[in-house]
């Protein structure tokens, strides 16, 4: 089922839930948007909702950022917006994070496409107005 929520930046933690609730058994989710739509903010939002209390610094320099729950679990955030072709996220070990069986958060999916042989869960995120976007999922 397709889910479509519009959401102001005080509602994403249910679209965080709402999100992960629909895919309970998914780890690898792939996010499409715009530049400065909001994927880094919903991503943090998931990784809270998801246990991660400590304070998650963007990816802007890093192609990989990794944080921990509180119990321990790693999670990996990507930012491809910078790569070249998707051998850079190869030499980064991209496939290793992809089937460790931890939740897997990429930003700019276009870009490793090639690599994620439609395994992934996809979210789109469009604009609505200067304070709402549009997540489907
Ligand atoms: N409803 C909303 N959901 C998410 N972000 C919102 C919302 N309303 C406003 N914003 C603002 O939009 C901006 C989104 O920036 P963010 O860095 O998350 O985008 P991004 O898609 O990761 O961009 P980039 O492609 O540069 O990585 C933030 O400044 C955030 O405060
Ligand atoms: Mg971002």
């Known amino acids: 089922m397709e889910h479509k929520l519009i959401a102001k930046e005080s509602e994403l933690p249910a679209v965080a839930q709402a999100l992960i609730e ?3 058994q998914e780890r690898v989710f792939g996010f499409f948007g715009e530049m400065g739509t909001g994927k880094t903010t919903l991503i943090k939002e998931i990784c809270r ?3 991660v209390e400590s304070d998650m610094t963007s990816p ?3 192609i990989v950022n990794e944080y921990w729950t509180a119990n321990g679990q790693p ?3 990507f930012d491809f917006y910078r790569i070249d072709e998707p051998d850079d996220a190869t030499r980064i070990g991209f496939q290793d994070y992809l089937y460790s069986g931890n939740y897997c958060f990429i930003e700019w ?3 490793v496409e090639s690599l994620l042989n439609g395994e992934y869960t996809p979210v789109n995120i469009e604009r609505v ?3 709402t ?3 489907t999922f």
């Open 22 to 24: 629909a895919h309970p």
């Open 49 to 51: 909702y998801l246990g």
């Open 60 to 62: 802007t320099f890093a």
């Open 75 to 77: 999670l990996y955030h």
């Open 109 to 111: 999916t276009e870009k």
């Open 129 to 131: 107005d200067e304070e």
């Open 133 to 135: 976007r549009m997540f």
